[in-house]
């Protein structure tokens, strides 16, 4: 079967860890929704590219492909996808151990930059606080309620996976087996 799997969860639930690993074990092409979202300049994440761009070069990437794995929220800008997905992958995480994750990141991605008085910690404390907002905020921004919305209405089997207690392995191997055309929500 050609898979075409979208993963989606809130920012560090662990969506581009999965989506890499998955795509290597079904040997297909990986593509992470922040690639096509953002463009690519030296200040990483503060230049969002015009919509009709971001679904141009995700279709022009991933056309003539016979699967693929793409990770993170497509919500508000890439519904013209939704027609190809052959399973959506809603990935969850206990709150304090996501947004620990991504202190943790923002550390490792860019040092000292995000300490008080560095140059990218505006940035950080801004990225931390939105990313805190997931879980209860409303469907202005990326939030729960946003990607349950989002996820209703979508034809194809969604599989709903916790990442608290399991490691990307066994993440791949619980998914696997559930990725069958019959699979229910």
């Not at 969002?48 to 971001?54: L, M, Q, W």
Request: glycine fraction near 8%.
């Amino acid at each position: 079967m050609a898979y075409k799997i979208h993963i989606l969860g809130a920012a560090g639930a662990g969506t581009t860890t999965l989506g890499k690993a998955l795509a290597q074990r079904l040997d297909v092409a990986y593509f992470d929704s922040d690639f096509f979202f953002w463009q690519q300049t030296p200040d990483p994440f503060t230049l969002a590219r015009p919509k009709d761009e971001r679904i141009q070069l995700l279709q022009e990437q991933s056309a003539g492909l016979d699967g693929w794995v793409l990770s993170g929220s497509l919500c508000g800008w890439g519904d013209a996808m939704i027609a190809q997905f052959t399973h959506v992958v809603f990935l969850r995480l206990d709150p304090h151990v996501r947004l620990h994750r991504l202190q943790l990141r923002e550390v490792e991605r860019y040092g000292d930059q995000v300490l008080k008085g560095g140059s990218r910690h505006e940035n950080s404390v801004a990225f931390l606080a939105w990313a805190a907002r997931y879980d209860g905020g409303n469907h202005s921004l990326r939030s729960l309620r946003r990607h349950e919305s989002w996820l209703k209405p979508l034809a194809c089997p969604v599989i709903r996976l916790d990442s608290t207690h399991h490691s990307v392995e066994a993440l791949v191997n619980q998914l696997l087996p559930l990725l069958s055309p019959s699979n229910a929500r």
